[in-house]
């Protein structure tokens, strides 16, 4: 039921569907909630695996009972209207590997709980509004590629052991402009040699910034402009 002209609202019976492995409702016009139904999937039926309902003009909070849907791998409720927090049943749900809210209306904290979610790879809640400082627990996401903060109101500093936990330093991107994150970057960064961009324009972050990073051979862009950075990188550490 993907990119066709869908309007109207997503019926709460949809929670009677009990042998649903995928769920996609994505480029339509869907207006309307998220019914809380949808997590009545669990109770019947471990199929369902993605939920993805992305570029479609739903409003209101992402329903805490989502947490119960435990065998999902692809949450997608990005380019919508969605308000409210991130609930913090969201750590419930440790066989996420793709977790998609960006371009929503979102505010508040990031949950802790969010450092449940060791699979994460892919990691996009830009340009929302949340705000507050990231939580010591996202630095427990071992398998980021990408993690996608920008154009938020996050502030503070970047804990400082993200990334350490990484068995392979397999962080490839990391964006985290427009916020007002301050203090130096992870010196983990420097070992993550698998980085291609680095985007963290617009903050307040200071520090030595030819400290943060190492040998990066993959990476094609990097922007630190608009910070309190000192220092100098070498071309001898990063090759573009």
Known sequence: MISNL????????????????????HDNYITGTIPYQISYLHKFSSLLTVLSVHDNNFTGPIPKEIGNLKQLSTL?????????????????????????????????ELPPEIGNLSQLGDVYLDNNKLYGELPGSIANLSNVLMLF???????GSIPKDLGEYMPSLALERILASGNN??????????????????SLQKNQFSGNVSEAFGLHPYLSIISLSGNNFTGKISFQQITC
């Open 149 to 155: 903060l920008h154009s938020n109101r996050f502030f």
């Open 6 to 25: 869908l309007s109207g609202i997503i019926a709460v019976e949809i929670g009677n569907l009990t042998q649903l492995e995928y769920l996609s409702f």
């Open 76 to 108: 997608d409720l990005s380019y919508n209207h969605l308000t409210g927090s991130i609930p913090a049943t969201i750590g419930k749900l440790i066989n996420l590997e793709t977790l998609h809210l960006r371009f929503n209306n979102l505010s508040g």
């Open 181 to 198: 994150f301050s203090g130096s970057l992870p010196k983990c960064l420097k070992k993550c040699s698998k980085l291609t961009v680095v």
